[in-house]
């Protein structure tokens, strides 16, 4: 598996081996002891799945007093994933970065606690997206970005998202928000 490190500090773009054959592929989608000597967390306590169809922009959200790390991988279809640097005192702190993950090449993105983040499904098909946590969810400690703050500026692939009503409510990015609590 290759580890690389990326502009923001903690966050690692994962590029597992893929073998695909005329069934399709195989790939592992994480391995504990190469995580744990790439410096990620070497166990997961929550895996969540989410389905999205075509132009389902989801995020940009965050845990705040029990932040999360994740690692995000693409069962199937293609996303437009991002990661912002909500770190009060981390030097990053506002930047944004964002990588197209897909099903078919199993790139996978490791977001450290902290960051928020999000993904807009790309193409025509689907996307199903698969989040290891090494902590539970906590219903009520959510936190999040507007997906189109003008202080980030990132470049959504697609202008017209299908939210939900929440994401769409979330305020835009600033410094005065409340953040996720380091650990």
Known sequence: MDISPCDIPGVRLLRPAVHPDRRGFFKEVSRNDECAAAGLPDGFRQVNMSYSKPRVLRGLHFQIEHPQAKLVSVAHGEIFDVVVDCRHGSPAFGKWAAFRLSAERGEELFVPAGLAHGFQVVGDEPAAVVYQCDDYYRPGDEGGLH?????????????????????????????????????
């Open 147 to 183: 997906w189109a703050s003008p202080a980030l500026a990132i470049p959504w692939p697609v202008a017209a998202p299908v939210l939900s009503d929440k994401d769409a409510a979330l305020p835009p990015f600033s410094p005065d928000l409340r953040f996720p609590r380091f650990r």
